[in-house]
């Protein structure tokens, strides 16, 4: 399927010499955007992302076109914008190759969709480790200021919109758009009771748009090619292309811009233009000699899928279909040395010390499913009782937890269990 692949990636197909060189951005047709987008009305911008089919990158894959035309229906005002750049989930680092590669298309993107929406102003919420890329953002939005693209009266328009940056504190959950919003208020960083939703009541009380980093790097070539044009890129249900990270036993690890819905996972994983196939943890250990074990996609909070999986096409109807999501844009490869188990322990960590503790079943519930894990590398430790408990704290965590986190924390682990069984039930 590879020769399906378009000719022009809309993010990584202008890469600049220097992505903090201005000049360069506008030499590339940098801004050329904002300045269609200031000539059109809100609602025709938002028609063109609509017809874009851009599901939201951050990883619920939400339509942004529906989530704009909502905000834009609600009439309170000042209206705030947040891009979401915690990027919390582990394996995912597209978000901060964008923030180091593409630092002005994102801020492109943010500028329309404050035009959209009359916006008082953007803030972008950066992950804490992040040092760099802040100081990076908040050079590149000077020189914005600079050449009038922020501050008053922005590229000829009525509209005056500034962007400010905030560092998160290292919490995973504050990657949660409520808690977001609440970090960025400089509160506790725990979710909110929805509703009221955020287009309503959001930041300071405001109606707010919060959408990841990629989404609103996407929206200058939405605006620039049109949407019709941009959908054709991808798949007719998620159109364009999208930011995945390769990593683990591959043997090409990193950032690949891929068009939604013209390549299998095999070839992802395989093919010399994208992992280049499986590897060895060591490179010295007979590194070709590797099988693939299992995959997991989206993040902690994904599903793992296996061999029988990998002719899926990645888009996010056809990995649906799979019982597998793009979610965060992570597929993690592991080949046949990893034991399931301990790779679940390393998740149930992961969600035992991220969970906020708001919630009884995710506070809870995380530190048994981590004490059944342990049992169960313990040959003779763990009983059948074990095993039908890690099942009910996964049904009653995933029914019962307040957020997102609690919600899809034992994803991973439900999907190993239906392709390797026999590891969990070998020291019962
Ligand atoms: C626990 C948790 C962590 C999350 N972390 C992130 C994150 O780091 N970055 C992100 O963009 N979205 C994250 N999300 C999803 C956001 O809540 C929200 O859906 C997203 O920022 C919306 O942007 P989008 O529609 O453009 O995807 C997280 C969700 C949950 C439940
Ligand atoms: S599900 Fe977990 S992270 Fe979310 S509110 Fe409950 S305890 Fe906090």
Excluded at 253 to 281: C, H, N, Q, W
Excluded at 286 to 306: D, E, M, P, V, W
Excluded at 346 to 358: M, V, Y
Excluded at 392 to 408: D, E, I, K, N, P
């Amino acid at each position: 399927m590879n020769e399906q692949a378009p000719a022009f990636l809309p993010l990584t197909g202008d890469l600049q010499n220097d992505p903090l060189l201005l000049d360069d951005y506008k030499n590339s047709g940098g801004f050329n955007a904002l300045k269609k987008a200031a000539a059109m009305s809100a609602a025709e911008i938002i028609t063109e992302v609509k017809k874009a089919n851009l599901l939201g990158r951050g990883g619920a894959a939400y339509p942004a076109g529906n989530k704009w035309e909502h905000l834009l229906h609600i009439k309170k005002e000042p209206k705030y914008i947040v891009c979401n750049a915690d990027e919390g989930e582990p394996g995912t680092f597209k978000d901060r190759f964008i923030m180091e590669k593409l630092p002005y298309k994102l801020l492109e993107g943010i500028i329309i969709a404050g035009l959209v929406f009359n916006a008082q102003a953007a803030y972008i919420y950066v992950r804490g480790e992040y040092r760099q890329i802040q100081k990076n953002l908040l050079n590149a939005i000077e020189e914005l200021k600079r050449h009038g693209f922020l501050g008053d009266k922005i590229a000829g328009t009525d509209f005056s919109f500034d962007i400010h940056i905030i560092s998160g504190g290292g919490a995973y959950i504050c990657g949660e758009n409520s808690a977001l919003l609440n970090a960025c208020e400089g509160k506790t960083g725990r979710p909110r009771i929805k509703p009221p939703h955020l287009a309503e009541v959001g930041l300071f009380n405001c109606p707010t748009l919060v959408n990841n980093v990629e989404s609103f790097a996407h929206i200058p070539s939405i605006i620039n090619m049109g949407g019709d044009a941009y959908v054709t890129i991808g798949h007719q249900d998620s159109g364009g292309t999208v930011l995945v990270c390769l990593s683990g036993h591959v043997k090409n690890r990193g950032v690949f811009e891929i068009p939604l819905g013209k390549l299998t996972l095999r070839e992802l994983i395989f093919s010399d233009e994208y992992g280049g196939g499986m590897t060895r943890a060591k490179a010295s250990v007979k590194a070709q000699n590797t099988k693939l074990k299992f995959f997991h996609l989206g993040g902690q909070s994904g599903r793992i899928g296996g061999i029988d999986q990998l002719d899926t096409v990645y888009s996010h109807t056809d990995l649906r279909k799979a019982g597998l999501t793009v979610g965060s844009g992570a597929i993690v490869v592991m080949n046949e040395d990893v034991s399931i188990l301990e790779y679940l322990k390393k998740t149930a960590e992961f969600f035992l010390h991220e969970s906020c503790g708001k919630c009884v079943p995710c506070r809870e519930g995380n530190k048994q499913i981590l004490n059944i894990l342990n049992k169960l590398t313990i040959p003779g430790a763990a009983t059948a009782g074990d095993l039908e408990n890690l099942h009910r704290l996964s049904r009653v965590m995933s029914g019962a937890s307040f957020c997102g986190l609690g919600q899809t924390a034992t994803a991973a682990l439900v999907s190993a269990w239906k392709l390797f069984k026999n590891e969990f039930e070998a020291n019962v």
